[in-house]
């Protein structure tokens, strides 16, 4: 199993950039890593996934070094909405030829202060 | 944008009754999920059906849990009996073919 570790709450400003570290020392070769967002009493929503290096979309960026041991979650310019819990997990797909299953910790609870 | 659509929103039941949950994926993914969230922690898989096929119960307490994807579209997921350590938030989520997981708005169970 995929364990991850991350921290278990932070703490930030609104405008400033946030950088979530998630360590994965047991990644598979075939594992992705993703990152989930989750408010209060709604489901998690897919901010961003990668596989290796750098990833960026509309709303994150996602920093993979070359052993793929860690990531980071980068929030750019976070505001109160930003506001939830980050959850980080690594494994893979069925249809891919891995079943290693997605594990959820206990995610890191992420406080946008104004 | 498509969503999972779950419902009841909400259940209370009582400890010893029956209670099943509902959810529709989003339209032509193969991959459907059913987690458990107790408050404070991070989901936890029950089962997951790859089409109508079931690829992953080994957390699904089956001695009172059950869950089934009939046609491989929609799914239900019922406890009998609940207990009262079965309150949680229920989710559900869907995939298509090696991407990531979309999810309902969850179905929060309190057992009385």
């Known amino acids: 199993l995929a364990k991850t570790t991350q921290p278990i709450s932070m703490d930030s400003y609104e405008g400033q950039e946030v950088n979530i570290t998630c360590s994965h020392n047991?990644?598979?070769?075939?594992?992705?890593i993703t990152w989930y967002q989750q408010f209060p009493s709604q489901g998690p929503r897919f901010i961003i996934q990668?596989?290796?290096?750098?990833v960026t979309n509309e709303v994150a960026s996602l920093f993979i070094p070359a052993d793929r041991k860690s990531s980071t979650l980068s929030l750019p310019r976070v505001s109160l909405s930003d506001t939830a819990v980050y959850y980080c997990?690594?494994?893979?797909?069925?249809?891919?030829?891995?079943?290693?299953?997605?594990?959820w910790g206990l995610g890191t609870s992420l406080g946008v202060n104004p | 944008e498509a969503e999972v659509a779950q419902s009841p929103r909400y259940k209370i039941t009582e400890k010893s009754q029956a209670v099943a949950f509902w959810c529709d994926p989003i339209?032509?993914?193969?991959?459907l999920y059913w987690y458990r969230q107790i408050l404070g922690q991070g989901p936890e898989l029950l089962v997951q059906?790859?089409?109508?096929?079931?690829?992953?119960d080994s957390q699904l307490p089956k001695d009172r849990f059950s869950a089934e994807r009939l046609k491989g579209v929609d799914s239900t997921l019922k406890i009998q009996p609940a207990e009262l350590g079965d309150s949680a938030m229920y989710l559900c989520?869907?995939?298509?073919?090696?991407?990531?997981?979309?999810f309902g708005q969850g179905t929060r169970l309190t057992v009385v």
């Open positions: 997990l690594v494994g893979g797909f069925i249809n891919a030829g891995n079943n290693r299953k997605l594990i």
């Open positions: 989520a869907s995939s298509p073919t090696n991407t990531e997981a979309f």
């Open positions: 990668g596989y290796k290096t750098k």
């Open positions: 339209s032509g993914h193969a991959t």
């Open positions: 059906f790859q089409d109508e096929s079931v690829v992953d």
């Open positions: 047991n990644i598979a070769t075939n594992d992705y």
